[in-house]
């Protein structure tokens, strides 16, 4: 099993900046993928950025330039920095890991952009 427990999320004006924080707990596989999704009032759960164990990523067209993805493998961290924020990017963000052959998700922390 294994517990994600997420932090950093808040309220900000509109070209503010949030850093959001998650950390994995319990059996951590070395080979992995970590990463952060979004979800906002009425629409589907998206992709914002991910990051492989040998530190591949990959970010949503929307958020590049402005957002960085990072992990700390000696802490089993990974970090989601957001600058220039939108009122777009008004969402609920969700952590997640994804191991072999599993997917494990966070309990979500609330993100909201004021313009």
């Known amino acids: 099993q294994v517990q994600l427990v997420e932090s950093g999320g808040g309220q900000v004006q509109a070209g503010g900046s949030l850093r959001l924080s998650c950390a994995a707990s319990?059996?951590?596989?070395?080979?992995?993928?970590m990463g952060w999704y979004r979800q906002a009032p009425g629409k589907q759960r998206e992709l914002v950025a991910m990051?492989?164990?040998?530190?591949?990523?990959n970010y949503a067209d929307s958020v590049k330039g402005r957002f960085t993805v990072s992990r700390d493998n000696t802490k089993n961290t990974v970090y989601l920095q957001m600058t220039s924020l939108k009122p777009e990017d008004t969402a609920v963000y969700y952590c997640?890991?994804?191991?072999?052959?599993?997917?494990?998700w966070g309990q979500g922390t609330q993100v909201t952009v004021s313009s």
């Open positions: 319990g059996t951590i596989f070395s080979i992995n993928v």
């Open positions: 997640n890991y994804v191991p072999v052959r599993a997917n494990y």
């Open positions: 990051i492989t164990s040998s530190r591949t990523t």
